[in-house]
């Protein structure tokens, strides 16, 4: 035999390629424990490799990897003809419809989104093992077919009738194969194979027929995932069929109900007016949503986001159709959930430079385009710099200076605000060392940086934090960690061991936006907090509303009764601060004293002694 044979065609062998270990722990771990051989692969070339020593029956492939993404990988598969069968399942945590076209354009049979539920995975590795089992059957059936019928030419009566027979199961089992291939396995609705041939049929028709129109919808359920976390995925498995019933009673005839995966589902309405119907038919979705599932086991409500394009023959193919329906459904979503949103072209516009700029901040980190700024936080007792706050900033080879407010929201959403969090405290604490030793600030001069929520919760949090310190020997009482109420609440039990260990490292500890977050109090007495720091938008309130001095007054007597003291944020002229001044307020930073500066700059700013 030669090495490429499967060493056993009865127990299926599964590839797992992800650069992430614990992705592959968990896939490698379910899948053997349902019976499943697997093999794992840190990247592309791996893989490779891997597949031309052994041909596995069905590939988990990653996205994004080092060196060689998942879409290359793919293309060199299907580009020889020893591996170019293999299944390929893309997996990915960006939920972006560009990257799923993307996907199946390279010759990926199905895309499984981060983080993985164990029964999706179990249900489309199932699905395509049994299609290529299909196929293989179909494949042996027509060998054995010609076989006999040349051994039995002599008993023609014969072969004719175990042809028909084998004939008949053939045509059974191709029927079987056409319909699952363009079928849901678990609602029976149409999958997105059956829906993007019928949006390529509308789409010929409207080129021939200039006048016929119809709409695409997309359709996303509202926070399905807190129902399979808390009920549990059968639950959801059984939701996602009562709700495709439901749609189904609201369809014409020639109209298409498709579920393209997970929480998902996308609508075909045949012969559309104007944008009008589909904008009531939208709402009929939302109104029928609105009445509650009653499940087997329980009760559930649901509301759903969707997003409306109207079709026609401007289009070139199915898959822009569905990317625009995708993008509309997003901005339903981002304006507060429960409704629909009409595509327009500026929403692509927003949503490819958007993408441009997601490409962009991956690069940014290895191609140093990142600057950190420092801004002074001022004693108001003494009117002398205490510190700074170290803020980061973006320097695009092609852009400029692009604004935290564009691209932090981008950064969060992807996970890079981790490393670029990461990235700041090593920069911020090495500068404050810097001026140490250059004796241009005295040594009781702090630093502090923002701990994002995704860095909170890293494993590994407090090595990145000791190594940012200690290795270049800064006192760790200059050091100020600000964190938000929110990354504190979303797991208590373990930020309080965290900050408790923080604590002992006589590391300083600041809530940021004090009072925009959580409205419970109880926490300051958990945690060992050292700062509260007000967020600017009561600053700001003062003018307008002098009676908002007694919030603020609040929050200061509030610190200063826990022990704590009170930063305020944004002071920018010397009323604000003669205010702050009265009510009793610590520190206090803004544009009054200086905006945020390169390090040079602060290092002018400091040569002229400030005072204020």
């Not at 008993?155 to 042809?163: M, V």
């Not at 699952?180 to 029976?188: E, I």
Request: with cysteine; glycine share 4%; charged share 25%.
């Amino acid at each position: 035999m030669s090495k490429t044979t499967k060493l056993n065609a009865e127990k299926k062998d599964i590839l797992i390629v992800d650069d992430t270990p614990n992705n592959l722990r968990f896939l490698a771990t379910i899948l053997s424990d349902q019976g499943y051989s697997v093999r794992k692969a840190l990247d592309g070339q791996m893989a490779i490799t891997a597949c031309q020593n052994l041909v596995p029956d069905l590939i988990l492939l990653d996205i994004l990897m080092p060196e060689m993404d998942g879409y290359a990988v793919c293309q060199l598969l299907k580009s020889s003809e020893h591996t170019r069968k293999i299944p390929v399942i893309f997996l990915s945590a960006i939920d972006d419809v560009l990257d799923k076209v993307k996907a199946f354009e390279v010759g990926g049979v199905d895309y499984i989104t981060k983080p993985f539920q164990a029964e999706e995975v179990f249900i489309r590795v199932e699905n395509q093992l049994s299609l290529r089992a299909a196929e293989q059957k179909i494949l042996d059936l027509n060998i054995e077919l010609e076989k006999r019928v040349q051994e039995r030419t002599l008993q023609l009566e014969l072969a004719n009738q175990e042809l028909k027979r084998e004939l008949n199961e053939r045509q059974e089992l191709q029927n079987q194969l056409l319909y699952r291939a363009l079928h849901d396995p678990l609602t029976n609705l149409s999958n997105r194979t059956l829906f993007m041939e019928r949006l390529d049929d509308a789409l010929k028709l409207a080129k021939f027929k200039s006048d016929y129109q119809f709409a695409v919808l997309f359709l996303d359920c509202d926070r399905f995932k807190v129902i399979n976390d808390s009920l549990g995925h059968l639950v959801g498995d059984e939701l996602l069929i009562a709700i495709g019933k439901r749609l189904q009673t609201l369809m014409k005839f020639t109209d298409v109900l498709a579920r393209l995966g997970g929480d998902e589902f996308a609508i075909f309405l045949d012969t559309v007016t104007d944008i009008s119907y589909a904008k009531r038919f939208a709402d009929t979705i939302l109104q029928g949503l609105s009445a509650p599932f009653k499940l087997s086991r329980t009760e559930v409500f649901i509301s759903a986001s969707i997003g409306i394009v109207l079709g026609n023959k401007n289009y070139n193919n199915p898959q822009e159709l569905l990317r625009d329906a995708d993008t509309a459904m997003y901005r339903a979503k981002s304006q507060g959930k429960s409704r629909y949103c009409v595509f327009t072209y500026d929403m692509y516009q927003q949503a490819i430079k958007l993408l441009q700029l997601e490409n962009d901040l991956k690069r940014a980190i290895e191609r140093q385009e990142f600057i950190v700024y420092y801004q002074p936080i001022v004693s108001l007792s003494t009117g002398r710099i205490s510190g700074f706050e170290a803020l980061v900033r973006w320097q695009h080879p092609s852009l400029g200076m692009v604004s935290p407010v564009e691209f932090i929201p981008v950064a969060e959403e992807t996970g890079l605000i981790a490393s670029i969090d990461t990235w700041v405290l090593k920069t911020a604490c090495r500068q404050l060392r810097n001026w140490q030793e250059q004796k241009v600030i005295d040594e009781d001069v702090s630093i502090s940086v923002n701990l994002s929520v995704r860095l909170f919760s890293q494993p590994n949090l407090l090595e990145i934090i000791d190594q940012a310190w200690r290795k270049i020997q800064l006192n760790p009482q200059n050091l100020k960690l600000e964190i938000t109420e929110s990354a504190i609440m979303d797991n208590s039990e373990a930020a309080a061991v965290i900050l408790q260990q923080l604590r002992k490292c006589q590391i300083q500890l600041s809530i940021d936006d004090f009072g925009t977050g959580y409205s419970s109090l109880s926490y300051l007495h958990r945690f060992p907090v050292n700062i509260l720091k007000i967020d600017q938008s009561f600053i700001n309130a003062v003018e307008p509303n002098p009676r908002n001095t007694g919030l603020i007054s609040t929050i200061i007597n509030l610190a200063h009764t826990s022990e704590m003291k009170a930063i305020a944020e944004g002071i920018e002229t010397p009323e604000k601060l003669a205010q702050l001044r009265d009510l009793g307020c610590d520190f206090g930073q803004g544009y009054l004293f200086s905006k945020p500066l390169a390090a040079k700059s602060i290092v002018d700013l400091l040569a002229s002694a400030p005072q204020w």
